[in-house]
């Protein structure tokens, strides 16, 4: 039951279905009635092409993307853990509902706290979720969408509840929600501040015809974000002979993007400064020409493993030009995300680090594929954290 | 020119032109001053790939931000030399400016706060109100910018008391004393905005009291974010201290713990004006190029005055627009001014949640 005096709002489900929540069985993995249903709700999604995030995930939950995704877990005897919790971030819009979806796709219950801003997003997403529902009433056991403050005893409750907690939003909502204790056999999934960074072979860069699309697909994974996704790139490491002609090429091809499409804000002018002078403070660096405020680079000489405390957003990059892949490994610590590449074969990344076995790299992708989601995130396995093998 | 000879030069005489080559010359100097001894300064500017020959003008110069104060410690003298260190006051859990000085840029803030206040109140020595609690100053190693401000306005009270008690109640019994004990006296007033707006203003109203300061002068600044957020405009703040203590003149004031000393009185025709010690020059955020007329910009300011600390010129975090120079009705000459507030919080995209600072 739900104390009368918690403030919880729920876009989807309600406190009375709530008090039932522990009964509902969980279902197979990737069962026919949670692709189905989430099938429908990808119809629905795909009218909204103002908004592109909306789309793509969209698109990552039709019937044929999840068949694909099913096919990497074919013929495991594995069910849903039962009920999950997903705290999302609260300045992304879509996370959310990537969140639920691998939820759903595990085979569970879930409870998610939508982002707290008023994001059209979360409102388009919840309400074509809450008309499917309609269609597939069987379904509605398994969907809950709450918004709430700051409020511990909430976090406690569903806390209390659930068999497996997803918390987005970096290490300080980690340290706030990890006051609220789960049930002993109950596993955790926290997705930590981390940061990534990015590779370009600079001759294989100069050859490349398609200079705007690459231009496209930086700017995507890194400006659409602020900078400030922990799967945007920070820092750029140069390869090859002709770093600084590609180098040229690269950022003039990026600042004709920013110009037209990024907005900075003065503040966030300002905070790049700091950055760039606490950096020159403690490290030798160079400040690299550029039009304007909106692309800040400063080339680094020297990689040592408390460079990336210096890493900034809003269009700040660090660059350096390697002559070994090895020289970045103090970066490629357990902080270190995603590796973004361009003009290198992939086998020759995973090589790297197979070879070298950093604690961090969870993720090996071009840039045109740096945001996507996948099930594999953070170096987990969604699916296998959220669900449960049966043995024979 | 020596500082001493500038603090000969009226604050508000020079026009822009005469103005521009001796701040010029002199911040240039003091640019070299600090790159040769302080460590960071001299690597920021070197990363900046810094070049004297070609500074053509003053806005040529580099400028820190403001905000670096409150994040690495900045000093252009020996540990040995600073005899005290200034802190602006954040609230709790901010972090705040640490501003270190020795002897010599202390002294000169001083002096420069006199040369500018008095072309104001006139030199005379007057019978001052402190409106703040004598408790700011207990700590007199870390001095608050609210510490800071009444002690340098300090130099204007012949004998001061303080408007409130420990625990911010308004004296009003002593405080209608000191005003009989000095009828026939001009009386000087002095706070920081919200200080006078919240435990001076706000307790005479709602308790009805009656206190005549028609023949008194108020000086305050600092912290109109916290006006603007209770929606006081500087018209209403001014109508409404005439209302309860028919206050007639009130001078207000921009200024910073980072550049004690060269503060910009605002005129009374509503404009802040830059002395002859410093400057403001508004950029354009995009890429910091300089505003033009009526543009609104960044605020950087610029003074003579710091040496014991790099912050000769600084970028602030607030937003403002230049009026004009030279030409303000009330005759001050060199530029006149507007600040319009706090640049405005971003809100990033990003997973990161900052979800401790939401509550």
Known sequence: MIPMQLNIKFLIGDAEKFSKIESVKPLEIFSNE???????????????????????????????????????????????????????????????????????????????????????????????????????????????????????????????????????????????????????????????DRYSIAVIQADEYLNAENKNRIAQDFYNATYLNDQNACNSPKIIIWQGAKTDSAREIFWQNLQEIVDREYNLQAVQAVDKLVKFDLLAIDKKTALKKSANNKIIRAEIFDIDAGLMNYAGNSGFFLEYVAQDLTEILPICGGRCQTLSYFGYEISALKNFVNINRPRGIDRIVPFSRTLDFSLNWDGYDLIYSMSRVIAE | MSYEELLTIEPFALAQDEKNSLLLKNLLSLTEFHRANCVAYEKITDAINFRAESVNGVEDLPFLPVRLFKEAELASVLKSEIFKTMTSSGTSGQRVSKIFLDKETSLNQQKTLIKIVSSLTGSARMPMIIIDSPSVLKNRQMFSARGAGILGFSIFGRKSIYALDDDMNLQFDRIAEFVAENSGRKIFLFGFTFMVWKYFYQVLREKNLKLDLSNAVLIHGGGWKKMVEQSVSPAEFRRALNEVCGLNEIFSYYGMVEQTGCIYPECEHGHLHASVFSDVIIRRAEDFSVCKIGERGVVQVVSMLPKSYPGHSLLTEDEGVLLGVDDCPCGRKGKYFQIIGRLANAELRGCSDTYAAEH
Request: glycine fraction near 6%; charge should be positive; hydrophobic fraction near 45%.
């Open chain 1, 34 to 192: 949670a692709c189905e249903f989430l099938s429908a709700v990808s119809k629905k999604l795909l009218a909204f092409r103002n908004f592109p995030d909306v789309m793509t995930f969209g698109f990552w939950i039709r019937r044929a993307s999840t068949s694909q995704m099913a096919a990497a877990y074919k013929n495991l005897n594995r069910i849903g853990r039962g009920i999950i919790f997903h705290i999302a971030p609260s300045n992304v819009p879509v996370n959310f509902a990537y969140s639920f979806a691998a939820g759903l796709m595990a085979g569970n219950v879930n409870i998610v706290r939508v982002p707290s801003n008023n994001f059209p997003q979360v409102e388009i997403i919840c309400s074509a979720i809450e008309k499917t529902l309609r269609e597939f009433p069987e379904m509605a056991a398994y969907v809950y969408m709450v918004r709430y403050g700051h409020e511990r005893e909430i976090n406690d409750l569903f806390s209390g509840v659930c068999d497996t907690r997803v918390i987005w939003g970096g290490d300080a909502t980690i340290t706030e929600i990890r006051k609220s204790p789960l049930k002993f056999r109950a596993n955790e999934i926290t997705f930590a």
